[in-house]
């Protein structure tokens, strides 16, 4: 699953149909941002439908619905890199949620960075003004 030009890569690529493969899915979804309590960081966005709020309500830790394995993610499970739930909160529309966590591991994203350890957070990277991007 990795891609190592998309994730590494210096060019912009963004998907602009992942929206309408979400849609297209069997699950109902809402995006979930989590967030670092501390820092205030956004680590990660995910989507969760009732299911994945229920258990990360009751694990008290990040739970996401993975859209494109149509199957619970509960980060960290397989990397060891947990996100510790300290409260859940809603937006006024009621169709996205906000998850404030402390990170337990390296960190929350999937990808390494040079050193070889997780990231902290998925929004390691700048877009310039010509489109291009670097890291932060």
């Known amino acids: 699953m990795s891609n190592p030009q998309l994730e590494e890569g210096s ?15 069997r699950e109902d979804v809402i995006p979930a941002v989590a967030q670092d309590a501390a820092t205030g960081e ?16 009751r694990e008290r830790k ?17 990397s060891g890199d947990f996100l510790e739930l300290v409260e859940v ?4 529309e009621q169709n996205s949620v906000l998850y404030r966590v402390r990170p337990a591991g390296q960190g929350a994203c999937h990808t390494k960075g040079a050193d070889g350890r997780s990231r902290s957070g998925c ?13 932060a």
Request: net charge positive.
């Open 11 to 25: 060019q912009l690529s963004l998907d602009f149909t992942k929206l309408r493969k979400i849609a297209s899915g």
């Open 62 to 78: 990040a739970v996401f619905w993975s859209t494109s394995r149509n199957e619970l993610w509960i980060k960290g499970l397989t």
């Open 89 to 92: 909160r809603v937006n006024c």
């Open 42 to 57: 956004v680590l990660i966005l995910g989507y969760v439908n009732q299911l994945a709020l229920g258990t990360a309500l």
């Open 123 to 135: 929004y390691y990277r700048r877009i310039r003004p010509d489109g291009t991007l670097e890291k």
